[in-house]
T-cell receptor, first 115, second 110 residues
Framework: EPEVTQTPSHQVTQMGQEVILRCVPI?????FYWYRQILGQKVEFLVS????????KSEIFDDQFSVERPDGSNFTLKIRSTKLEDSAMYFC?????????????FGEGSRLTVL | KNEVEQSPQNLTAQEGEFITINCSYS?????LHWLQQHPGGGIVSLFM???GKKKHGRLIATINIQEKHSSLHITASHPRDSAVYIC????????????FGTGTRLTIIP
């Protein structure tokens, strides 16, 4: 069964460092998402991506964050200068349909710990 | 802004019991998702609903659009059903953002 894969599963970094989280969505999906879950809190939408550009972003997704699809398979989330409050689990998801009307396929998540 | 409320927050039941988890939202939606989050943190999509009812194995999800309410039922519950169940809604403005509930932690005791 096709699946969304994320790497790394866990990354520990120092405050102020750049972090890149990687995702390989399901190959025939067209819509990609990043979500964040701070420990003990609810999942939050960060950004959606379609046709090689951001289609929507939340207020959390400020200038410190960026996404790209560099090679047609990987979908990356970059945090430019990490802060303590960026510590969270980051989930990538993909779907073949837009507008939240298609089933979402999630990766296993990347746990980011900022020290 | 859509507010998504789930109840109960925590639920402990004996194996075999019928389980109901509820989700209410405040603003009209395009679709509602039920998700399962495993103890290790991974998230699996269970259902995507825009109307009516869906069934998959022992799981049943219903939605009442007029009342802005959805329920997830588990029949013949089993310890492997122990997880956090999350309701998430997409707005009816065709945007991509999902708003998530806080989840219901279900524990099934053998």
């Amino acid at each position: 069964e096709p699946e969304v894969t994320q790497t790394p599963s866990h990354q520990v970094t120092q405050m102020g460092q750049e972090v890149i989280l990687r995702c390989v969505p399901i190959s025939n999906h067209l819509y990609f998402y990043w979500y964040r879950q701070i420990l003990g809190q609810k999942v939050e939408f960060l950004v959606s991506f379609y046709n090689n550009e951001i289609s929507e972003k939340s207020e959390i997704f400020d200038d410190q964050f960026s996404v790209e699809r560099p090679d047609g398979s990987n979908f990356t989330l970059k945090i430019r200068s990490t802060k303590l409050e960026d510590s969270a689990m980051y989930f990538c998801a993909s779907t073949p349909l837009a507008g939240n009307t298609g089933e979402l396929f999630f990766g296993e998540g990347s746990r980011l710990t900022v020290l | 802004k859509n507010e998504v409320e789930q109840s109960p927050q925590n639920l402990t039941a004996q194996e075999g019991e019928f389980i109901t988890i509820n989700c209410s939202y405040s603003v009209g939606i395009s679709a509602l998702h039920w998700l399962q989050q495993h103890p290790g943190g991974g998230i699996v999509s269970l259902f995507m609903l825009s109307s009516g009812k869906k069934k998959h194995g022992r799981l049943i999800a219903t939605i009442n659009i007029q009342e802005k309410h959805s329920s997830l039922h588990i029949t013949a519950s089993h310890p492997r059903d122990s997880a956090v169940y999350i309701c998430a809604v997409g707005s009816n403005f065709g945007n991509e953002k999902l708003t998530f509930g806080t989840g219901t932690r279900l524990t099934i005791i053998p």
